[in-house]
Nanobody, 121 residues
Framework: VQLVESGGGSVQAGGSLRLSCAAS????????LGWFRQAPGKAREFVAAFSRIGGSPFYADSVKGRFTISRDNAKSTLYLQMNSLKPEDTAVYYC???????????????WGQGTQVTVSS
């Protein structure tokens, strides 16, 4: 599975960005998909994900109500709409994929290269 992110950039606090992740190499609808991020000096953390088994997406508490994950199976693309951005959202954002059925307990063997998001106050 190959994953390529795009859409990062710099924005002021309160602004919005939309990240995209184009996937190839596997039937897109058979993948669990998620977004993670890593801020400087911090461990990578979960942001949002869909499970392969379906159902509603789930989010980290820190982004709930501000970020929306979506997927377009016809375009094999995953999205992350980020609204009301805060300086603490500054990080490299990564798209990840899994063939495990439940993304809440998944191993994530496939990763994109990451895209930088910088939010200034």
């Amino acid at each position: 599975v190959q994953l390529v992110e795009s859409g990062g950039g710099s924005v002021q606090a309160g602004g919005s960005l939309r990240l995209s992740c184009a996937a190839s190499g596997r039937t897109f609808s058979e993948l669990g998909l998620g977004w993670f991020r890593q801020a400087p000096g911090k461990a990578r953390e979960f942001v949002a994900a869909f499970s392969r088994i379906g159902g509603s997406p789930f989010y980290a508490d820190s982004v709930k109500g501000r970020f929306t994950i979506s997927r377009d199976n016809a375009k094999s693309t995953l999205y992350l709409q980020m609204n009301s951005l805060k300086p603490e959202d500054t990080a490299v954002y990564y798209c990840a994929a899994t063939t495990d059925f439940d993304s809440r307990r998944a191993r994530w063997p496939y990763w994109g290269q990451g895209t930088q998001v910088t939010v200034s106050s």
